[in-house]
């Protein structure tokens, strides 16, 4: 089940990087699928001159605070649930253009 939810996540629509997506079946997460939902940023990388290091993601240590999420009921009971995160808030001053998003501190 966990294999499927993942390629179901990870292949129905391109999902910006920044958002985290939880699932859960009947209650619980299947499992082999575990989403990265900590808050995170691209940190640059050291590196000399023109050419530098370029960009790594660097954690926070804290859980991304939940943004909406959508049910399936049935009598009652949740069946499906998907949550979404915001993982990632800022757009990193160093990557002008190319989407990525910088620190939350």
């Not at 699932?23 to 691209?42: I, R, S």
């Not at 991304?64 to 990193?92: D, Q």
Request: hydrophobic residues 35%; glycine residues 16%.
């Amino acid at each position: 089940m966990g294999t499927r939810v993942s390629a179901l996540v990870n292949n129905t629509r391109p999902i910006p990087n920044y958002f985290g997506i939880q699932v859960e079946v009947a209650g619980k997460a299947p499992a082999f699928y575990v989403p990265d939902l900590g808050v995170w940023y691209y940190e640059q990388k050291p590196g000399g001159g023109k050419a530098s290091g370029g960009f790594v993601k660097a954690h926070t240590g804290e859980q991304a605070p939940g943004s909406g999420h959508a049910a399936k009921l049935e009598s009652g009971a949740e069946l499906v649930k998907a949550t979404v995160y915001l993982t990632s808030r800022r757009r990193c001053s160093g990557a002008s253009g190319s989407g990525h998003f910088g620190s939350v501190r």
